[in-house]
Structure formats: structure tokens, C-alpha cells
């Protein structure tokens, strides 16, 4: 279990950021902390795919989306 590193409530390991909705929401505000959800959850899922794709083969499909 991972602890939120405001008020140490135990957090799901699987929780994308290192403390909880409650904190989030009083640190950031609701918009902003469901949008660093997002884009850390985006940030993962990213990751993850490169681990599958050949370091060129993704540099290309970049190279390619911005001649476009
Ligand atoms: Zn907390």
C-alpha cells in the first residue's frame, strides 16, 4: 500500500498519484486534479505502449505527425 504524502491515508497501489482524491482536490482544486489524473493516466498508458514499440519506429510515427 502506498500513503498519500499529505495525510498518510493509505492509497491503492494502483493510484496513479502519490496522495489522495480528498488531498488532491484541497491542494489543486477539483478541475485540476481530475486533469492531472488524466494526463498522468495518458502519461502511463504512453509508456507503456513505447515499452512495445521500437524507440525508432515511435521517433518516425512523431516525425510524420508533424509534417502533417
Ligand atoms: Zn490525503
Do not use: W
Not at 3 to 16: A, L, N, W
Not at 30 to 51: P, Y
Amino acid at each position: 500500500m502506498k500513503k498519500c504524502i499529505y495525510c498518510g491515508t493509505e492509497i491503492d497501489d494502483s493510484c496513479i498519484v502519490d496522495f489522495c482524491e480528498k488531498c488532491g482536490v484541497q491542494t489543486f482544486g477539483r478541475k485540476m486534479f481530475d486533469a492531472i489524473i488524466e494526463n498522468m493516466t495518458k502519461a502511463k498508458e504512453n509508456g507503456n505502449l513505447c515499452h512495445n514499440i521500437p524507440e525508432n519506429n515511435f521517433q518516425e510515427s512523431k516525425k510524420t505527425e508533424n509534417f502533417y
